[in-house]
C-alpha cells in the first residue's frame, strides 16, 4: 500500500496564507509538498518524530527560501508561514496515525 500524508494540501494552504514575497503568483497555484511515509512505522516513537521532522522539512521547503535574518519582515513572514503550515498538518497527521492503529488491529 501506497501511503501519502495528506499534509500537502496543508502546506499549501499554509504557503497561500502567508502573503507578502513568499506568496505565489496570483497566476499560480499555491506551493506544495507531498509528505511520504509508507517507509515509516508509526506505531513507535521513532517512526512518529522522523514523519515530523519530515513535514517540518516540507514546511521549510514550502514556505521557502528562507530569507536573510536581517531581512526581519520576510523573516516574520516565512516563520508565520512554516508555523502555519505545521499547524495545518495536524490533522492530517493524527489521521495517519490514526489508521495505522487501525491496521494493526486487523
Known sequence: MFKIL????GLAVGLSLAGG??????????????VKYSDLNLANAAGLEALRRRINLAAREVCGPQPDIRE???????????????AQ????LAEAMASTRLEEIH
Open 6 to 9: 495528506m499534509a500537502a494540501t
Open 21 to 34: 514575497a513568499f506568496a505565489a503568483p496570483a497566476a499560480d497555484l499555491p506551493r506544495q509538498a507531498v
Open 72 to 86: 526581519i519582515g520576510d523573516s516574520q513572514t516565512y516563520r508565520a508561514c512554516v508555523t502555519r503550515a505545521q
Open 89 to 92: 498538518a495536524k490533522q492530517p
